[in-house]
């Protein structure tokens, strides 16, 4: 069964801060990792990885994935009270009638105080 | 615009009271998901659709259905026989999986009370 396990479960930072969110998997067949930002309604996509190594950024935000050890971490630096967000990190599994499936972690609920 | 559209936005449903909520998408993406979002527990799989009529339960599917009769549309059905149906519903879609890698994109959602 893939398995996804982030963490800290809940982090509170104040602005400025830079914060370190971690995520690990395990997958029978990986295809994609991806970070989503929640709010409160649904989430919206931050980044997806495929390949080890290979930053992805966009602005402040950064992802990285090590698929040797099986783990990415998405940090954000200078932090605003925007930021506030619960971060979910999902696996998708490329094997037979799972193609596609997306398995999430339970997710970092981040605080960012002014 | 194009995008995901859920609806009711809240409901409310009485015991044993079957309650069916709305997915429809115009992305024309082919695979369609429900999740079940609970606090502290993330999203978990319900059910997927990666082409029209034809559909697979995910990890949590006991006490609901489904149907995809239409490709633009996803309905799930929360059964009587769902005993814990309070939860936050979301639906989510991306193109073709079997040739481009793309990331699902989610509806606002549908939030399920008990009374």
């Known amino acids: 069964e893939d398995k996804v396990v982030q963490s800290p479960l809940s982090l509170v930072v104040h602005e400025g801060d830079t914060v370190t969110l971690n995520c690990s998997y395990e997958v029978t067949n990986f295809r994609s990792l991806l970070w989503y930002k929640q709010e409160k309604k649904a989430p919206t996509f931050l980044f997806m990885l495929?390949?080890?190594?290979i930053e992805k950024k966009s602005g402040r935000l950064s992802s990285i994935l090590d698929k040797k050890e099986l783990f990415s971490i998405l940090n954000i630096t200078a932090t605003q009270t925007g930021d506030s967000a619960v971060y979910l990190c999902a696996v998708t599994n490329a094997g037979g009638t799972s193609y596609g499936k997306l398995t999430f972690g339970q997710g970092t609920i981040l605080t960012v105080h002014p | 615009d194009g995008g995901i559209t859920q609806s009711p936005k809240y409901l409310f449903r009485k015991e044993g009271q079957n309650v069916t909520l709305s997915c429809e998408q115009n992305?024309?993406?082919?695979?369609m998901y429900w999740y079940r979002q609970d606090p502290g527990q993330g999203l978990r799989l319900i059910y997927y659709s990666q082409i029209v009529n034809d559909f697979q339960k995910g990890d949590i599917a006991e006490g609901y259905s489904v149907s995809r009769e239409k490709k633009e549309s996803f309905p799930l059905t929360v059964t009587s026989a769902q005993k814990n149906p309070t939860a936050f519903y979301l639906c989510a879609s991306n193109p073709d999986t079997g040739r481009r890698n793309q990331p699902q994109h989610f509806g606002d959602g549908t939030r399920l009370s008990i009374l």
């Open positions: 992305l024309n993406h082919d695979a």
């Open positions: 495929t390949s080890s190594g």
